[in-house]
């Protein structure tokens, strides 16, 4: 899968809030306006379509996945039960690689990625390298075997720059283990996204 390579802080400047999945930014940032050679001078309005675009980039560029796959989880979520939004957030917030960030397991998405592909990561026991693998609840995160990265896991979830844990995941600190406790709710996501201009931006497509 095509993964984004190029300066990351020039996207969350562009898109205008924090992407904690893509990378960590401590306080404000130093140029908190889009990047450019017009600078911090009045931008033209957003279209409807440039703002949808725009909070569809945001949700792509924090759980780092690509087009085409996301746009294969907007069209699940909008066939499935129940609101499109909350559906799609809920199937990405479930993925394997996010539920490591978020438990605090690695530092950021990239980190927990390379973990799972690499095959330092089981699911109730079972040894899982998909970093997209939906999780369900009473799924059990946990180092696969005597995996070198049992120690390193440990020190990351001391990280003092670790995102707060989530409503839906359950830590047990003395088995280095992270539980799905229940499905996430709306509030659980970490960026500030309006879900159903995303639904909308595909629907209009």
Same mark, same amino acid.
């Given at each position: 899968m095509a993964r984004y390579r190029g300066p990351r802080l020039k996207v969350i400047r562009r898109l205008g809030t924090s992407l904690p999945g893509l990378m960590r930014?401590?306080?404000? %940032? /130093?140029?908190p306006y889009p990047p450019g050679q017009h600078g911090p001078t009045r931008r033209a309005k957003l279209s409807d379509y440039a703002i949808r675009l725009r909070?569809?980039?945001? @949700?792509r560029f924090h759980y780092c996945i690509s087009e085409k796959q996301f746009r294969r989880y907007v069209k699940k979520a909008s066939i499935g039960k129940g609101n499109p939004g909350t559906n799609l957030l #809920?199937? @990405?917030?479930?993925?394997?690689?996010?539920? %490591?960030?978020r438990a605090?397991?690695?530092?950021?998405? /990239?980190? &927990?990625r390379?973990?799972? !592909? $690499?095959? $330092?990561v089981s699911v109730n026991g079972r040894r899982v390298? =998909?970093? !997209?693998?939906?999780?369900?609840?009473g799924d059990v995160i946990?180092? $696969?075997?005597?995996?070198?990265? &049992?120690?390193? =896991?440990?020190?990351? /979830?001391?990280?003092?720059?670790? %995102?707060a844990l989530p409503s839906f995941i359950d830590i047990d600190e003395a088995n280095v283990a992270a539980k799905i406790t229940m499905k996430p709710s709306r509030e659980d996501v970490p960026v500030d996204v309006q879900e159903q201009?995303? #639904?909308e931006y595909y629907s209009a497509k």
């Open positions: 930014t401590e306080g404000d %940032l /130093r140029r909070e569809k980039q945001k @949700l #809920i199937a @990405l917030e479930t993925r394997l690689d996010n539920a %490591l960030f605090g397991f690695a530092p950021t998405m /990239r980190a &927990a390379q973990m799972t !592909s $690499h095959g $330092h390298d =998909i970093a !997209s693998y939906p999780l369900k609840v946990t180092p $696969h075997g005597k995996t070198k990265m &049992a120690e390193q =896991i440990k020190n990351n /979830r001391k990280d003092p720059g670790n %995102l201009l995303i #639904i």
